[in-house]
Every structure is written in C-alpha cells, then in structure tokens.
C-alpha cells in the first residue's frame, strides 16, 4: 500500500532472480501495554498486533510452536518484538524462535519491520510470494536473508505444512504467476487447530478470491482476517459467504487517509452475522482456541468467548 521513493533496481532484480528461482539467497509504538502472555492452558493464540495501518500477526500452538505474519511498518519494530519476547520460547542466545515467518507480500506496512525480525529471530523457514517491489524495506529484508544465511520457501497456493501435531497451515494463494497488482501476491493462509480454523488473507483482493472460489477450495472458517484493512476492494460478498466466519478481525489504522475499513465492507459483515474486531478501536486483539471454542481477548473494550 505504501510507496517509496524508487531506488536502484539492478541489485534488487537480481536478489528477486534469486528467489524465484529457489535457491538460497546470498546477495544481498504503540505505547500501550501490550496483551499478557497467551493463556498456558493448552489454547491455541493467534494475536492481532495492533500496528496501526499495518499488519502482523502471531500464531503460537500449545506445544510452543510459533508462526508470524507480516511485521508491520518499519517502526513497528519494538512492539512486534516485544510480543514475540513475551509469547514464544527462545533459542540458546535469546532470540525468540519462530517456526515460520510469512511475508504475506511486499508492501511496507507488511514487511516493514522484517529485515529486524530476521535479523533478531531463530526463523526455521520463511515464506515470500514471488513477487518484488523497488523499495528500501524489500532491499533492506532481501540483505537480511543473506546475512541470516536463509533459505525462502516461495510461497503459493497448495503448499501445506504442520506447525505442530494439532496445528495445520494451508496456503490457498496466490494461484496465479503474475498480477498486475501486488496485494493479489498476497499469502492467503489457513490455520486449522482441530475443528476450529482462521482464514489469514493479506491484502488479497476480488480477483484473488475469485480464484480461490474458481478452484473450490474450502474455504470455510470460523475467523477471517479480512483482506486489505477492510478495503472495498476485498470481502466480496461470495466470497464471505463461503468462509462464512462467526468473527472477522480488521487490522486498520484510527484516523487512516485511506477511510479504511469500508462501508461496505462493514455492512456485508453485519448482514451476515459476524462479530468485527478492529485494532483501530480494540488495539490488539488476540484470539484463543480449544479446538471447539472461540475466547477474544482485547487491550480496549469487551472480551467474551463463544
């Protein structure tokens, strides 16, 4: 969604090469307290970081595995690590250990603090589209991978893994090679902790749901990170039917210029029934699991379970 000033693009065009072609990369506040820890008791957590017009997102299983999504702005930094400090195990030199980091696509307010989370993190596998943008913040995570000496999973639809005995990650997109718009390279992923799933869709937009509805996969879930901060241009109705989730979670920035999230938007949700969360209003919003129930955990307002 941000722009930047464009830098010089034959260094990035090569570290991009590199990635899409697999192989390993070697060229290149809030001031809120934060949520306490996830509950110990064996839930699942999936936080919604409040990073202003940004996203992030921590999944954590009971058995300690752990997952992050997206990492905000670039000075969102100190609070994402500050969750991460305070809600998942660390390795020997005290970095925080995440199973999997996915940059969900390549604009600054989802991989604007990245380059700090690699460079301060034990990540056992991260996932990029393959898709590039002409920025300081896509350079600047392109030289951390190198200097952390890791290894991108292209990330796409059909890939499938498991964060832990209980927990089962589905990529549903992107399905296409190219688009003409980056937020359709959006990571489009489905956590399931037995019976109880959440649909985590980026800043995919219509015509990337129109793909996954094309493909039929299931894309039913009980809470649906809506696309783009609530943008018009995502939620199509059909979609939202299918997904059909009893609580929606916008992550979306007071006051933003871009009036997100939409009118529209909004009314879908209501006609259909679902309950909105908005870190604009609730701050950070952590969702817990049993496996069969919901419990909603916010730093403003009203929790409750379901």
Same mark, same amino acid.
């Given at each position: 969604?941000?722009?930047?000033?464009?830098?010089?693009?034959?260094?990035?065009?090569?570290?991009?090469?590199?990635?899409?072609?697999?192989?390993?990369?070697?060229?290149?506040?809030? $001031?809120?307290?934060? *949520?306490?820890?996830?509950?110990?008791? #064996?839930? /699942?957590? +999936? @936080?919604?970081?409040?990073? =202003?017009? &940004?996203?992030?997102?921590?999944?954590?299983?009971?058995?300690?595995?752990?997952?992050?999504?997206?990492?905000?702005?670039?000075?969102?930094?100190?609070?994402?690590?500050?969750?991460?400090?305070?809600?998942?195990?660390?390795?020997?030199?005290?970095?925080?250990?995440?199973?999997?980091?996915?940059?969900?696509?390549?604009?600054?307010?989802?991989?604007?603090?990245?380059?700090?989370?690699?460079?301060?993190?034990?990540?056992?596998?991260?996932?990029?589209?393959?898709?590039?943008?002409?920025?300081? $913040?896509?350079?600047? *995570?392109?030289?951390?991978?190198?200097? #952390?000496? /890791?290894? +991108? @999973?292209?990330?796409?639809? =059909?890939? &499938?893994?498991?964060?832990?005995?209980?927990?089962?990650?589905?990529?549903?997109?992107?399905?296409?090679?190219?688009?003409?718009?980056?937020?359709?390279?959006?990571?489009?992923?489905?956590?399931?902790?037995?019976?109880?799933?959440?649909?985590?869709?980026?800043?995919?937009?219509?015509?990337?749901?129109?793909?996954?509805?094309?493909?039929?996969?299931?894309?039913?879930?009980?809470?649906?990170?809506?696309?783009?901060?609530?943008?018009?241009?995502?939620?199509?109705?059909?979609?939202?039917?299918?997904?059909?989730?009893?609580?929606?979670?916008?992550?979306?920035?007071?006051?933003?210029?871009?009036?997100?999230?939409?009118?529209?938007?909004?009314?879908?949700?209501?006609?259909?029934?679902?309950?909105?969360?908005?870190?604009?209003?609730?701050?950070?919003?952590?969702?817990?699991?049993?496996?069969?129930?919901?419990?909603?955990?916010?730093?403003?307002?009203?929790?409750?379970?379901?």
């Amino acid at each position: 969604m941000f722009r930047r000033k464009p830098l010089s693009v034959l260094p990035v065009l090569l570290a991009v090469i590199a990635l899409i072609i697999g192989i390993q990369v070697k060229p290149l506040q809030k $001031t809120g307290a934060p *949520l306490p820890s996830p509950s110990p008791r #064996a839930r /699942l957590s +999936v @936080t919604f970081i409040d990073v =202003g017009q &940004a996203d992030s997102i921590l999944v954590r299983t009971p058995t300690g595995h752990a997952m992050l999504i997206d990492a905000g702005n670039r000075e969102d930094f100190e609070v994402i690590e500050r969750y991460l400090t305070a809600s998942v195990p660390s390795d020997s030199a005290g970095r925080p250990k995440l199973d999997v980091v996915i940059g969900t696509h390549p604009h600054e307010d989802h991989i604007g603090s990245m380059a700090q989370i690699v460079a301060s993190s034990a990540i056992g596998r991260l996932c990029l589209p393959k898709a590039a943008a002409n920025t300081r $913040t896509f350079e600047d *995570l392109l030289l951390a991978v190198k200097a #952390a000496n /890791l290894k +991108v @999973t292209p990330a796409k639809a =059909g890939i &499938a893994f498991a964060l832990d005995a209980d927990t089962r990650v589905e990529f549903l997109a992107p399905n296409s090679a190219h688009y003409e718009e980056l937020n359709n390279y959006s990571v489009v992923a489905k956590v399931t902790y037995k019976k109880i799933s959440f649909l985590l869709t980026g800043d995919a937009e219509s015509l990337s749901e129109e793909e996954m509805l094309e493909r039929g996969y299931d894309l039913r879930a009980d809470v649906l990170k809506v696309g783009h901060h609530g943008s018009s241009s995502s939620t199509g109705a059909h979609f939202l039917s299918q997904v059909a989730p009893k609580a929606a979670v916008i992550s979306v920035g007071k006051g933003n210029s871009y009036r997100h999230p939409s009118r529209t938007t909004l009314k879908r949700l209501k006609d259909q029934g679902t309950r909105v969360y908005r870190t604009d209003r609730s701050g950070t919003i952590r969702i817990e699991t049993d496996g069969t129930r919901l419990f909603y955990q916010v730093e403003k307002g009203a929790s409750g379970g379901s």
